[in-house]
């Protein structure tokens, strides 16, 4: 079964610092991965995906992501951190069903913290 | 969120009642989903629907049970609320399967007395 973890449940990072967020996956065949952001009260947003081709992904709000095969992660970075970054993040990888439509397979989420 | 919403976005009941909630979208996206969101367990998939009365189990059915009239709608029935069923739901919505990307409803918080 395919699955998604992160192994951090907040990360804390100063404003105009780099962070990063990391995920590890675990997948039978090839890996279709994305990154999805939930602010307060809100419902998840689309940040970035992976599906194939070049391994560092470009996505929202300044946002990309790292695919690694031999190392099985799928780490979201950005260079310089903002407030307004301040969210919770989640990792997610599609699985499929024999009824001929997928599902999203989600990560526990981490928590970012970006302080001023 | 990509003309989705969610009704009641808050509800409170008890323990034993039955409780509906509805997702309406206006993107005439064929699959639709339900999820719960807990902490420390992210979203877990309750129910799915690949088109008009075509529905699906996901991980954590049980409990649960949802209906899909038409294409706008997905009805989300816990036939007897437990208080382990407070949690916030979400439902979200896929245009097809070239597109991989979900879109979320702004979600609904649900606490069972």
């Known amino acids: 079964a395919q699955s998604v973890a992160q192994p951090e449940d907040q990360v804390n990072v100063a404003e105009g610092n780099p962070l990063t967020v990391k995920c590890t996956y675990s997948?039978?065949?090839?890996?279709?991965l994305f990154w999805y952001v939930q602010y307060p009260n809100r419902g998840l947003q689309f940040l970035l995906k992976?599906?194939?081709?070049?391994?560092l992904v470009k996505g929202s709000y300044g946002f990309e992501a790292e695919f690694n095969k031999s190392q099985t992660s799928f780490h979201l970075k950005k260079p310089s951190a903002l407030v307004s970054d301040s969210a919770l993040y989640f990792c997610?990888?599609?699985?499929?069903?024999?009824?001929?439509?997928?599902?999203?397979?989600f990560g526990a989420g981490t928590r970012l913290f970006v302080k001023a | 969120d990509a003309g989705i919403t969610q009704s009641p976005r808050h509800k409170v009941t008890e323990t034993g009642t039955p409780v509906t909630l509805r997702c309406h979208q206006t993107e005439n996206h064929r699959y639709m989903y339900w999820y719960r969101q807990d902490p420390g367990h992210g979203l877990r998939l309750i129910h799915y629907?690949?088109?008009?009365?075509?529905?699906d189990k996901g991980e954590v059915s049980d409990g649960y049970s949802v209906s899909r009239s038409k294409t706008e709608d997905f009805l989300l029935t816990l036939e007897s609320a437990t208080s382990s069923q407070t949690s916030v739901y979400f439902c979200a919505t896929l245009a097809s399967l070239s597109t991989d990307t979900q879109y979320f409803g702004p979600g609904t918080r649900l606490t069972v007395l």
């Open positions: 997948v039978s065949g090839n890996p279709y």
């Open positions: 992976y599906i194939t081709g070049d391994n």
């Open positions: 997610a990888v599609r699985d499929e069903f024999y009824t001929g439509g997928f599902k999203t397979i």
């Open positions: 629907s690949y088109g008009v009365k075509d529905t």
